[in-house]
């Protein structure tokens, strides 16, 4: 690959509808919004939604240290999260 050739060839946005409305993509369309409402409404019955959110940040954090070269465990991370609760709850305290 030359990298002191420009790159011209630049996909104009948005792109035209009929390459986006193809059957194939409105069936996955409507089965991603069948999942995502299920998903919702079980979220709702859940005490603390936010435990679900949690957890997906927590693994994506994890993912992107893999990424950068720097190994942990999830169990790393919601340790140095737990520290951080309590250091910004003492520090609250202190300044109430």
Same mark, same amino acid.
Not at 72 to 86: P, V
């Given at each position: 690959?030359? +990298? *002191?050739?420009?790159?011209? *060839?630049?996909?104009?946005?948005?792109? !035209? =509808?009929?390459?986006?409305? +193809?059957?194939?993509? #409105?069936? !996955?369309?409507?089965?991603?919004?069948?999942?995502?409402?299920? #998903?919702?409404?079980?979220?709702?019955? #859940?005490?603390?939604?936010?435990?679900?959110?949690?957890?997906?940040?927590? =693994?994506?954090?994890?993912?992107?240290?893999?990424?950068?070269?720097?190994?942990? +465990? !999830?169990?790393?991370? #919601?340790?140095?999260?737990?520290?951080?609760?309590?250091?910004?709850?003492?520090?609250? !305290?202190?300044?109430?």
């Amino acid at each position: 690959m030359k +990298t *002191d050739k420009p790159y011209n *060839d630049f996909i104009v946005l948005p792109p !035209q =509808r009929e390459k986006v409305e +193809t059957l194939p993509i #409105l069936r !996955q369309l409507v089965i991603s919004s069948v999942a995502l409402a299920e #998903l919702k409404g079980l979220a709702n019955v #859940l005490p603390d939604p936010n435990i679900l959110l949690n957890a997906v940040i927590l =693994r994506d954090a994890s993912a992107s240290s893999e990424i950068e070269n720097v190994i942990t +465990t !999830q169990d790393k991370l #919601l340790i140095k999260i737990f520290n951080y609760c309590i250091i910004s709850w003492e520090r609250w !305290q202190i300044l109430r």
